[in-house]
């Protein structure tokens, strides 16, 4: 099955600069890359996918980019604002399979 | 909006009690999940299913099993607790729709349910 790597485990940065989350996967069937935002007490809520036809997607502050030759993703999120404090999960799916492999989570913690 | 709902947000029971956790979506998706959440584990899939009395294993079945009887609701349960099913509990629900030519797969989590077994 997938197996999706996600590092750093935890990452604190000063409010404004820029933060970046890397993932690895292993199944080369995978094409499709959610990422999703872990609010304290809440679920986890989709913030932005990219499938594999597109090499990076940006929406406001966030981007995501992917190198399907190395198996790569990563979520970059700049102008880094306190409402970003957070847990973030990446994954991966091969197209219309609807069953996600999560990587272990990102605790982000903006400092004001 | 998608709303997905768990029965509980805190539950504690004792090692050997069957264990009911409750969820239900508004949205009349097709896909449901049971995940559970653990430190530097990440979210790990327990059950699934894509109908009602459909269901799947997912990564980690053991001592657990599910119930879906009705479309919008599924159910996970322990048959017996134990102290390492001690967790979070995350329900989700998902349809693959085509909206303007492109699908979504979009998870749509519940809030969690926090489960001790002491």
């Known amino acids: 099955g997938e197996n999706v790597e996600q590092h750093p485990s935890t990452l604190s940065v000063q409010e404004g600069d820029s933060a970046v989350i890397k993932c690895t996967y292993s199944?080369?069937?995978?094409?499709?890359f959610p990422w999703y935002k872990q609010e304290l007490g809440k679920g986890p809520q989709l913030i932005i996918d990219i499938r594999s036809n597109v090499g990076e997607k940006k929406d406001q502050r966030i981007a995501v980019t992917l190198n399907k030759t190395a198996k790569h993703f990563s979520l970059h999120i700049t102008e880094t604002q306190p409402e970003d404090s957070a847990v973030y999960f990446c994954?991966?799916?091969?197209?219309?399979?609807?069953?996600?492999?999560f990587g272990a989570g990102t605790t982000v913690t903006v400092r004001a | 909006d998608v709303k997905v709902t768990q029965s509980s947000r805190y539950l504690v029971k004792r090692t050997g009690e069957k264990v009911f956790l409750e969820c239900v979506q508004d949205m009349d998706h097709e896909n449901m999940f049971w995940y559970r959440q653990d430190p530097g584990l990440g979210l790990r899939l327990i059950y699934f299913?894509?109908?009602?009395?459909?269901?799947e294993k997912g990564d980690i079945p053991e001592g657990y099993s599910v119930s879906r009887e009705k479309k919008e609701r599924f159910s996970l349960i322990l048959e017996s607790a134990s102290t390492n099913q001690t967790s979070m509990y995350l329900c989700?629900?998902?349809?693959?729709?085509?909206?303007?030519?492109?699908?979504?797969?979009?998870?749509?989590f519940g809030p969690g349910t926090r489960l001790t077994v002491t």
């Open positions: 299913s894509y109908d009602v009395k459909m269901k």
């Open positions: 199944d080369s069937a995978s094409n499709y």
């Open positions: 989700a629900s998902s349809n693959l729709r085509g909206q303007g030519g492109r699908f979504s797969y979009e998870q749509y």
């Open positions: 994954a991966a799916s091969p197209l219309y399979d609807y069953k996600l492999s």
